[in-house]
């Protein structure tokens, strides 16, 4: 018998293994596999990109490869696995999709205990572990699950509430600004903050601003890293929003060029003009209203984000401006944040801050962050944080409050 700290040790390098496929298994959950017997890995794998092959079926394939081994050379190509232990960060799935059911895979190739993290909390892909029970195979779940639901929080969160998990991510100085009073801002934090920021835009399926940032900045938004971090063929762009109430934002703008991909997604209200509307639609761009904001300024961000869960969007990064951010902290709508520090004093009573909306009227209306968690990035300090949602502020779940929302596509609840 396994200990259960061996279990751990297993289910670790099973979530280390789900995450190399961070930004690339969207709509699908990140899921890790490793397959051990008499104490030695003799297989892993992982789900690589959205449509491919599970994590349980690359690690049995990855067993199946290593019969050819010297030192493990058989004529069965189950010889490895055949009475060794799978442990995969979440549960094995147990339908017809894209693919087979691992379920089956697994059973087929002789594992005799299967050791999952995480419970699959879709309940179309959901079922495999007590079927494998069923077939005599020995089960043990719930090893290292809390670290596995963070790894896919973002899926979790979409499958619970039927909208996207949002970050606010901001780069500030000591005192919360994030520009000089005249409106400088590149570059307040340093490169490796710039750096671990693009590692998150490669993880999530878009990022938001507002009008004021694309033409202030004329952004590119997308994913620029060193192929020491990510491979280039491995880089996946994740889609603009751009929020424009009237259409200010200019046709010359880089997030409007007809050649970028994936295309940019254009959200605004009945303000603006017919003309530039058709002109957007004329170019290939996904044009959407909403209502305008309850205090007559920017958009709806509820129904913002119902337009997103609708495009099959599980997580979207706000990166400006203050008033973007403002307005969906004070909906409370925001989930979690990505705060970079830098060790500057910018100063300045008009110098701007994070959040631009109204802010809260007392230290009790203020927005609690939990699970705090700071990191050094060369001179600059990350601090990343849960976002408590009150009572009030709690979003309803799939099926319940919220029938009335349009429902997703039928491929984001689904593990293919």
């Not at 690589?48 to 394939?61: F, S």
């Not at 009573?349 to 007392?362: E, I, K, T, V, Y």
């Amino acid at each position: 018998m396994i200990a259960v700290q061996s279990h751990e040790h297993y289910m670790q390098y099973a979530l280390e293994l789900a995450a190399r496929g961070s930004g690339c298994t969207s709509p699908n959950p990140l899921v890790g596999s490793v397959i051990v017997r008499d104490g030695i890995i003799v297989g892993q794998g992982w789900h690589a990109r959205y449509g491919h092959q599970h994590a349980e079926v690359n690690a049995l394939l990855n067993a199946a490869q290593n019969n050819s081994h010297p030192d493990w050379k058989a004529d069965n190509r189950h010889a490895l696995t055949t009475g060794a232990t799978l442990y995969v960060t979440l549960e094995p799935c147990n339908h017809h999709g894209l693919t087979p059911p691992c379920s089956q895979a697994i059973l087929d190739a002789g594992i005799r205990h299967v050791v999952y993290a995480l419970a699959d909390p879709n309940p179309k892909a959901a079922g495999g572990a007590q079927w494998l029970q069923s077939q005599g195979v020995q089960v043990t779940h719930g090893v290292l699950e809390q670290e596995a639901m963070h790894q896919n929080r973002f899926f979790l969160t979409f499958l619970r509430t039927r909208r996207p998990h949002v970050i606010a991510k901001s780069a500030t100085s000591l005192d919360g600004r994030i520009a000089t009073r005249t409106g400088d801002s590149q570059w307040i934090t340093g490169p490796e903050a710039r750096a671990r920021g693009h590692e998150l835009r490669q993880a999530v399926d878009a990022i938001m601003v507002g009008a004021d940032t694309v033409i202030a900045d004329d952004p590119a938004l997308t994913v620029r890293l060193p192929e020491s971090v990510v491979a280039a063929e491995a880089v996946r762009h994740p889609r603009p929003v751009i929020l424009d109430r009237t259409g200010r934002v200019p046709l010359s703008a880089a997030l409007l060029d007809e050649k970028r991909s994936p295309r940019t997604l254009i959200i605004t209200t009945d303000q603006m003009d017919k003309d530039h509307r058709q002109t957007l639609k004329a170019r290939g761009f996904d044009v959407f209203s909403v209502p305008p904001h309850t205090d007559g300024c920017g958009t709806s961000p509820r129904a913002v984000l119902e337009i997103l869960a609708q495009q099959g969007i599980q997580s979207v990064l706000i990166e400006g401006g203050a008033t973007v951010q403002g307005v969906f902290r004070d909906a409370g709508l925001i989930d979690e944040i990505w705060c970079f520090i830098a060790p500057t004093l910018i100063g300045g009573r008009n110098a701007p801050a994070s959040f631009g909306d109204l802010g809260s009227d007392s230290l009790g209306d203020a927005t609690t962050l939990s699970d705090v968690q700071l990191e050094v990035t060369g001179k600059d300090i990350l601090v990343r944080a849960k976002v408590v949602h009150r009572q009030h502020e709690q979003p309803p779940k799939a099926g319940l409050e919220q029938a009335a929302v349009p429902a997703p596509p039928v491929f984001i609840n689904t593990r293919n």
